[in-house]
T-cell receptor
């Protein structure tokens, strides 16, 4: 079955860019129905949808983060990525990647999540 | 700023029934919001339970059901088990963007 795994630096300095990668295994990232999502969870808090990307490169972003978010997909590596610029301590969170079905409107599976801490 | 509201916490006895709700600041939740429900246990990633109001994933226990109730999305647990103690999140669609509710901490006591 499809599995997702996040990776990236656990520590980012304020004002820099947070970069994360999600590797998809057990299925094709180019499957027509699926979008590839990023969701985050601040420590001890709720979930926040960041956005998703289609294998063609089409993106949809959370309006509140749109000015700082960039997503890309590399089908040859079966990976998609998230860049969040000008980070502050408020961007410290566990970042999850997840698969989104465009036809059925569900999010599954999810990766295990990776903690990104913004600190000098 | 769109806000999705859930009960912060609920307590239920084992074997009992409990309903969690999910309200939108924009008005009544309808099918076009494609309500999703997730369960999250401490230290784990969220797990999908329900999508598009009432559709279950293959792994979703039969005791979980989704519906629209009084202008809100609802998740009902019937015959609650101790392992159902968890945080539950709803998720609503707003035409190209998704917004999570703040979560409901369900205690089984």
């Amino acid at each position: 079955q499809v599995q997702l795994q996040e990776s990236g630096p656990g520590l980012v300095k304020p004002s820099q860019t947070l970069s994360l990668t999600c590797t998809v295994s057990g299925g094709s990232i180019s499957s027509g129905d699926y979008y590839w999502s990023w969701i985050r969870q601040h420590p001890g808090k709720g979930l926040e949808w960041i956005g998703y990307i289609y294998y063609s490169g089409t993106t949809y972003y959370n309006p509140s983060l749109k000015s700082r978010v960039f997503m890309a997909v590399d089908t040859s590596k079966s990976q998609f990525s998230l860049k969040l610029s000008s980070v502050t301590a408020a961007d410290t969170a566990v970042y999850y990647c997840a698969r989104y079905s465009g036809s059925n409107r569900w999010f599954d599976p999810w990766g295990q999540g990776t903690l990104a801490t913004v600190s000098s | 700023q769109t806000v999705v509201t859930q009960e912060p916490s609920l307590t239920v006895s084992p074997g009992g029934t409990v309903t969690l709700t999910c309200a939108s600041s924009t008005g009544a939740v309808t099918s076009g919001y494609y309500p999703n429900w997730f369960q999250q246990k401490p230290g784990q990633a969220p797990r999908a339970l329900i999508y598009s109001i009432s559709n279950k994933h293959s792994w979703t226990p039969a005791r979980f059901s989704g519906s629209l109730l009084g202008g809100k999305a609802a998740l009902t647990l019937s015959g609650v088990q101790p392992e159902d103690e968890a945080e539950y999140y709803c998720l609503l669609y707003y035409g190209g963007a998704w917004v999570f509710g703040g979560g409901t901490k369900l205690t089984v006591l």
